[in-house]
């Protein structure tokens, strides 16, 4: 994970298959040190904590298979920054999206709304009221079964929460149960609540009793009451955690679904690409695209490549002299070396942005205006604005990102033709954001690269995180401030869900309007490479929940 999953560690400061083989059948060397890692794993359990009081990771149907069914996630970074359903916005999207469950969940690829814990829905016409109709014989963890009673006290709990992203739930206004199976969201202004309950933060639905019971910091003394397919098995911190299938979960369970999931951290890209070609992992999150080269050629791993809705921006502090003039900042971002970024670096597997809004995304524009590297047209705006050579900027990215770091060096290779000297800091994340929020706007950087991907899926996540005005500093770390701007986006959010065709052409009108003001360089949508075994079966990536591997829907092939 990366920027987004680091500018969350500040926010916490804030807010904080098929037929199985035969049991008799020899093992691979890599197999068998993967059973050693999960019994050691499983050990360790006793230190880690249990969310429920039912459930369990289940015997195998075939009397106790030699091999469990069991997949293995290796992360880059720590699979667990926030505990709370209520608060989470980090890298526990992918546990989280595996323990908890939304009401629906929403697939990019159709444009269409998958049941979860809803079966079906209503809209108003002026979409101002949502009705949803609940699924029967759902258990929580906990034991408890679901009722509409447990979907009104999680959204409005996360509501009085007011963390996360738990902005995404301003629209509601109150929330009914007519009856156990019935919920109504009542809102203040018209919203698509649909895509709302679908994120992947801020939606999921818990057993609020057990906060009764035990207090309202009970999650975050690691528990979970969740009503996902895989419930809390251990965790210990920096290292793995371990979920176990739940009996009880409402969608049954087929002999070939895996039974234990392993989400690991690990940093050296070597050993991930070591274990990954030994089996002794599954799934990987990402790695270096020449890693990803040399694995083509592995018999026994597949690349899946799709699009993603991630992409990397550089903000310029619109305050400070002269990064203050627009005259300026068009000059620096037709002096950014995008081709080289894309072929260098990303080897080919992102495009250049055309504006924030990443492509697939509904709202992004392809006729938008995109810069393109012009030293001499940069040149001639820096003369306009008066300002010569000996510029000496300072960019910060986030430590350990050496896509960031190289996408940097070859920008400051080309400022340097201009006379400009850019410093390249690569910081810690917390260091980096609180640095962004200085009370001296004067040891603020000049220029911030990090990554964005959306909260849920609708450019507004985009458009009013980063680029809204903000009377205190949260995401928007250009500073920058337009009225007609924040003005379009609003109400284009507020059409979402009456006339979407009306929203695209505000949503378009606002990005016209960045894209000219230039708060940022529009770096470039990324593409997900994921190195996978090939006997596990059944992952498709879904760019609406990024990094999430929904394990239920995989299998040991």
């Given at each position: 994970?990366?920027?987004?999953?680091?500018?969350a560690?500040?926010?916490?400061e804030?807010?904080?298959?098929?037929?199985?083989?035969?049991?008799a059948?020899?093992?691979p060397?890599g197999?068998?040190?993967?059973l050693a890692?999960?019994s050691l794993l499983?050990?360790l359990s006793?230190?880690?904590?249990s969310?429920g009081a039912?459930?369990g990771?289940?015997?195998s149907e075939a009397?106790?298979?030699?091999?469990?069914r069991?997949?293995?996630y290796?992360?880059t970074?720590?699979?667990?920054?926030?505990w709370?359903p209520?608060?989470?916005f980090?890298n526990?999207?992918?546990?989280?999206?595996?323990?908890?469950?939304?009401?629906?969940?929403y697939?990019?690829?159709?444009?269409?709304?998958?049941p979860?814990?809803a079966?079906?829905?209503?809209s108003?016409?002026?979409a101002?009221?949502?009705?949803?109709?609940?699924?029967?014989?759902?258990?929580f963890?906990?034991?408890?079964?679901?009722?509409?009673?447990?979907?009104?006290?999680?959204?409005?709990?996360?509501?009085?929460?007011?963390?996360?992203?738990?902005?995404?739930?301003d629209?509601?206004?109150?929330?009914?149960?007519?009856d156990?199976?019935?919920?109504?969201?009542?809102?203040?202004y018209a919203?698509?609540m649909?895509?709302?309950?679908?994120?992947?933060?801020?939606a999921?639905?818990?057993?609020?009793?057990v906060?009764?019971q035990?207090?309202?910091?009970?999650?975050t003394k690691?528990?979970?009451?969740?009503?996902g397919p895989y419930?809390l098995?251990?965790?210990k911190?920096?290292d793995?955690?371990?979920?176990?299938r739940?009996?009880?979960y409402w969608?049954g369970w087929?002999a070939?679904?895996f039974?234990?999931v392993?989400?690991?951290p690990v940093?050296?890209?070597?050993?991930?690409?070591?274990?990954?070609?030994?089996?002794?992992?599954d799934?990987?999150?990402?790695?270096?695209?020449?890693?990803?080269?040399?694995?083509?050629?592995?018999?026994?791993v597949?690349?899946?490549?799709?699009?993603?809705?991630?992409?990397?921006?550089?903000?310029?502090d619109t305050?400070?002299k002269p990064?203050?003039?627009?005259r300026v900042?068009?000059?620096?971002s037709?002096?950014?070396?995008y081709?080289?970024?894309?072929?260098?670096?990303?080897?080919?597997?992102?495009?250049?942005?055309?504006g924030p809004?990443?492509?697939g995304?509904?709202g992004?524009?392809?006729q938008?205006?995109?810069?393109?590297?012009?030293l001499?047209?940069?040149?001639?705006l820096l003369a306009?604005a008066?300002?010569?050579?000996g510029?000496?900027?300072?960019?910060?990215?986030?430590?350990?990102?050496?896509?960031?770091?190289?996408v940097a060096?070859l920008w400051?290779?080309e400022?340097a033709?201009?006379g400009?000297t850019?410093?390249v800091?690569?910081?810690?994340?917390?260091?980096?954001?609180?640095?962004a929020?200085?009370?001296?706007?004067a040891?603020?950087?000049?220029i911030?690269?990090m990554?964005w991907?959306?909260?849920?899926?609708t450019?507004?996540?985009?458009?009013?995180n980063?680029?809204?005005?903000?009377?205190t500093?949260?995401f928007?770390?250009?500073?920058y401030s337009?009225?007609?701007?924040?003005?379009?986006?609003?109400d284009a959010?507020?059409?979402?869900?009456?006339?979407?065709?009306?929203a695209?052409?505000?949503?378009?009108?606002?990005q016209e309007?960045?894209?000219?003001d230039?708060?940022a360089?529009f770096i470039?949508?990324?593409?997900?490479?994921?190195p996978?075994?090939?006997?596990?079966?059944?992952?498709v990536d879904?760019?609406a929940?990024?990094?999430?591997?929904?394990?239920?829907?995989?299998?040991?092939?």
């Amino acid at each position: 994970m990366d920027g987004k999953v680091r500018r969350a560690l500040g926010a916490a400061e804030e807010a904080t298959g098929k037929a199985r083989p035969h049991r008799a059948r020899a093992l691979p060397a890599g197999r068998r040190r993967l059973l050693a890692l999960v019994s050691l794993l499983l050990l360790l359990s006793a230190c880690g904590s249990s969310g429920g009081a039912t459930g369990g990771a289940s015997e195998s149907e075939a009397g106790g298979s030699a091999e469990p069914r069991v997949a293995v996630y290796l992360t880059t970074t720590e699979p667990m920054i926030f505990w709370d359903p209520s608060d989470g916005f980090s890298n526990e999207i992918i546990a989280m999206n595996n323990m908890y469950e939304t009401l629906l969940r929403y697939d990019p690829a159709k444009n269409t709304f998958i049941p979860v814990l809803a079966t079906d829905y209503q809209s108003s016409p002026d979409a101002l009221t949502w009705t949803f109709h609940l699924r029967s014989g759902v258990r929580f963890h906990t034991g408890k079964t679901m009722t509409s009673a447990d979907v009104k006290a999680s959204f409005e709990r996360t509501i009085a929460h007011g963390k996360g992203a738990a902005y995404i739930l301003d629209p509601v206004q109150s929330i009914e149960t007519p009856d156990d199976r019935t919920v109504v969201f009542h809102l203040k202004y018209a919203a698509p609540m649909d895509l709302i309950v679908s994120s992947p933060y801020a939606a999921y639905v818990f057993d609020t009793d057990v906060l009764r019971q035990n207090g309202d910091d009970w999650f975050t003394k690691v528990h979970e009451a969740g009503s996902g397919p895989y419930m809390l098995k251990s965790w210990k911190e920096n290292d793995a955690l371990v979920l176990q299938r739940f009996d009880g979960y409402w969608g049954g369970w087929k002999a070939n679904q895996f039974d234990t999931v392993i989400i690991k951290p690990v940093e050296e890209t070597s050993t991930k690409m070591q274990m990954l070609q030994a089996g002794e992992a599954d799934v990987v999150d990402q790695l270096p695209y020449e890693q990803l080269e040399a694995l083509r050629s592995d018999p026994n791993v597949e690349l899946v490549t799709t699009p993603s809705w991630q992409n990397l921006l550089a903000f310029f502090d619109t305050k400070k002299k002269p990064l203050d003039d627009v005259r300026v900042r068009q000059a620096l971002s037709y002096a950014f070396p995008y081709q080289s970024v894309i072929d260098d670096v990303m080897h080919g597997m992102a495009t250049q942005a055309r504006g924030p809004v990443p492509a697939g995304l509904w709202g992004h524009d392809d006729q938008l205006f995109q810069y393109t590297e012009d030293l001499d047209r940069a040149r001639e705006l820096l003369a306009q604005a008066g300002v010569g050579q000996g510029l000496e900027l300072t960019l910060t990215y986030t430590a350990g990102d050496e896509n960031e770091r190289r996408v940097a060096e070859l920008w400051k290779a080309e400022l340097a033709k201009l006379g400009i000297t850019l410093d390249v800091q690569g910081l810690p994340w917390d260091s980096q954001w609180q640095l962004a929020k200085a009370d001296d706007p004067a040891k603020r950087q000049d220029i911030f690269m990090m990554y964005w991907w959306p909260d849920y899926a609708t450019p507004y996540s985009f458009l009013w995180n980063m680029f809204h005005s903000e009377d205190t500093i949260n995401f928007n770390l250009g500073y920058y401030s337009n009225p007609e701007f924040d003005r379009l986006i609003d109400d284009a959010n507020t059409l979402a869900a009456s006339d979407r065709e009306k929203a695209v052409e505000e949503f378009a009108r606002a990005q016209e309007i960045l894209v000219q003001d230039a708060p940022a360089v529009f770096i470039y949508d990324q593409k997900y490479v994921r190195p996978i075994r090939t006997s596990f079966g059944g992952y498709v990536d879904n760019p609406a929940y990024p990094n999430v591997v929904f394990f239920y829907e995989t299998y040991r092939k």
